[in-house]
Nanobody, 127 residues
Framework: QVQLVESGGGLVQPGGSLRLSCIGS????????IAWFRQAPGKEREVVAC????????KYAESVEGRFTISRDKAKHMVYLQMNSLEPEDTAVYYC????????????????????WGQGTQVTVSS
């Protein structure tokens, strides 16, 4: 069992930045691909970005490409999502998720792939 805890959400003005963090409880956390998803009110949960186990592979949704950066610190069991140039459309609850199937240097953008989920952190972009 892997527990994931997100932090770093909050209220920010358009054009601002936030960094979200996700910490994983398991000693095997470094083996898992990790993804960030988000869900806005009345909308489906959608992928934002994912990162493979080594950190060499990253993928992004078109809507955040060039503005968001996903990274991981294996020693600290942490995954980060740096969000720049935030827009009101980025307002959502952000979740991190772990894929327990060990596939080196691969990450999926499908939510069905992910077994473990955090509780989410609210990001609100508003003036």
């Amino acid at each position: 069992q892997v527990q994931l805890v997100e932090s770093g959400g909050g209220l920010v003005q358009p054009g601002g930045s936030l960094r979200l963090s996700c910490i994983g409880s398991a000693s095997t956390f470094y083996l898992y691909a990790i993804a960030w998803f988000r869900q806005a009110p009345g909308k489906e949960r959608e992928v934002v970005a994912c990162i493979g186990n080594s950190g060499a592979i990253t993928k992004y949704a078109e809507s955040v490409e060039g503005r968001f950066t996903i990274s991981r610190d294996k020693a600290k069991h942490m995954v980060y999502l740096q969000m720049n140039s935030l827009e009101p459309e980025d307002t959502a609850v952000y979740y991190c998720a772990a894929d327990r199937s060990y596939r080196p240097d691969y990450c999926s953008q499908s939510k069905q792939t992910y077994t473990y989920w955090g509780q989410g952190t609210q990001v609100t972009v508003s003036s």
